[in-house]
């Protein structure tokens, strides 16, 4: 039997919640796009609540946004349809989400209490987790410094970079803070920098952001992660790492490989989506 949460600024709509939040009022606001928001760290964030059952909380990758990694991607679909409550925010500095300038408000910690704080303001004791890229080493970080919020862990689009390193983010910034996509030659760069300018991304946050976010894990606190997790990475996926490597520093991880995909199309990859679903169901 489903218990309900009530959503103000939708009048007349009842929206299925979960067992763990029991029957409840939440003034909710909801705007013009369907987003929610909350407030953390003073920082008016954006996420979006559906479905109805044990609820994953999707944490996107580096200039994406939470319509672009998860939703157009089929993630939440296959998500609400296996029986699951999706939560997905825009990161700060991303979509529809305050967007700060200075370097020191990306640092991965305080990324990682931002998606805390979103279990907390969700009603929630605890969610399975689901991390692309950046949003995988946000989800460690999380795993770390608020392990009773995290039933289990999916990181995807991080291998052995994670404690390796995933490069010199240089030409990332450089990229970012060009005049335009014509005066960038570098090819890493010229990725990160055309993906930004699809997703209309602030660029002077993101630069802030990438100079911020590439914080390595050590694998001694590595072996501190004690939740289920699942570690998904293309084979051809020359920026994340092995994904079987870093499974290996995580006592409870186990590998899955994403036959001839790249950083950008294991995201949508039904090997992917399967490993992921096979894993959740298990839980």
């Not at 051809?236 to 995580?250: E, M, S, T, V, Y």
Request: aromatic residues 6%; proline residues 5%; hydrophobic residues 45%.
């Amino acid at each position: 039997m489903h218990s309900f949460r009530f959503v103000c600024g939708n009048p007349g709509t009842l929206v299925p919640g979960n067992s763990q939040t029991g029957f409840r009022f939440r003034a909710t606001w909801i705007n013009e796009t369907g987003m929610v928001q909350f407030t953390s760290d003073g920082l008016t964030l954006f996420y979006t609540d559906q479905g109805a059952g044990d609820p994953i909380v999707l944490v996107h990758g580096f200039a994406s946004t939470n319509e672009v990694n998860w939703v157009r991607t089929g993630w939440v679909e296959a998500l609400v349809a296996s029986g699951r409550r999706v939560l997905a925010l825009d990161h700060r500095g991303h979509g529809q989400s305050d967007k700060p300038h200075d370097d020191a408000a990306y640092r991965p910690e305080l990324m990682a209490n931002d998606v805390a704080r979103l279990i907390e303001h969700a009603g929630l004791q605890r969610a399975d987790i689901m991390g692309y890229s950046m949003g995988a080493r946000i989800s460690a970080f999380l795993a770390l410094q608020h392990p009773q919020r995290v039933r289990s862990l999916v990181l995807a689009g991080i291998g052995a970079g994670l404690v390796d390193g995933v490069g010199d983010p240089g030409p990332i910034v450089a990229a970012l803070e060009a005049p335009s996509l014509n005066d960038i030659t570098e090819r890493k760069g010229r990725m990160f920098r055309a993906f930004a300018d699809q997703n209309r991304g602030d660029l002077v946050a993101l630069a802030a952001c990438m100079r911020a976010t590439r914080v390595n894990l050590s694998p001694e606190r590595l072996l501190q992660i004690a939740c289920p997790t699942l570690v998904v990475v293309g084979t051809k996926d020359d920026i994340a790492g092995p994904g079987p490597a870093l499974a290996a520093l995580i006592p409870t991880a186990h590998a899955v490989d994403v036959p001839d995909r790249d950083h950008m199309t294991a995201v949508s990859d039904k090997v992917y989506k399967a490993a992921v679903l096979g894993f959740l169901a298990g839980r």
